[in-house]
């Protein structure tokens, strides 16, 4: 089946450096892939998604390419801020979507000022 | 943007006893999801709901859980009889396709 695996957390950073959470995936079909943050006391958040292999997607300064090639979507940022402090989910999910998101474990990421 | 509400928040239930677990979606989705998530694990696929049916379901689905959404009210996930092992917590999610929206989760503890 689908499995996701991300770089195991915690993660404590100083604001201004910079955030790399790494993730791999493995499934026979071509997934979308996704990474999502999650606050406490919510639920998870999408941060973005990208449909098609060798292109990037990002948001709020976050960025990641889908790198089919190495079955990876690496999550970066170049300067994090303490209001990055968050669980961030790497996820997949394949063209039947009824079948849901596959998700990596999770990484908490900590920025302190 | 749009949310997804779960309701309660809590709860905590006897052992062997029902509870179902609430959601209502965002109104114009018409896949509904529930996911389980159990302290420091990641979080599962449980089921997906569509046109009033069970499209597909997780072994962990087990036969004590079922789903419904009668006349589009909540969208409800009951186990019927609790077990421990079902202290978690539910993560219920629609979308109109491949975009997902997450409630904040109900926080199940059995005893």
């Known amino acids: 089946g689908d499995s996701v695996t991300q770089t195991e957390g915690p993660v404590t950073l100083s604001e201004g450096t910079s955030l790399t959470v790494n993730c791999s995936y493995e499934?026979?079909?071509?997934?979308?892939l996704f990474w999502y943050v999650q606050y406490p006391g919510e639920g998870p958040q999408l941060l973005f998604k990208?449909?098609?292999?060798?292109e990037k997607g990002s948001s709020r300064g976050f960025e990641a390419t889908y790198n089919k090639e190495a079955t990876s979507f690496h999550l970066q940022k170049a300067s994090v801020q303490e209001s990055d402090s968050a669980v961030y989910y790497c996820a997949l999910s394949d063209l039947n979507y009824a079948q849901g998101l596959t998700f990596g474990l999770g990484t908490r990421v900590s920025v302190f000022p | 943007g749009p949310k997804v509400l779960q309701i309660p928040s809590h709860q905590i239930i006897d052992m062997g006893q029902m509870v179902t677990l609430n959601c209502d979606p965002v109104?114009?989705?018409?896949?509904f999801y529930w996911y389980k998530q159990i302290l420091g694990q990641q979080m599962e696929f449980l089921v997906n709901f569509y046109n009033g049916k069970v499209m597909e379901k997780s072994k962990l689905f087990k036969d004590q859980f079922s789903v419904e959404r009668p006349d589009g009210s909540y969208f409800t996930l009951k186990i019927q009889p609790t077990a421990l092992e079902d202290s978690a917590v539910y993560f219920c999610a629609s979308s109109p396709g491949p975009d997902y929206t997450f409630g904040s989760g109900t926080r199940l503890l059995v005893i």
């Open positions: 990208v449909p098609k292999a060798n």
């Open positions: 499934t026979k079909q071509y997934p979308t």
């Open positions: 109104s114009n989705h018409l896949y």
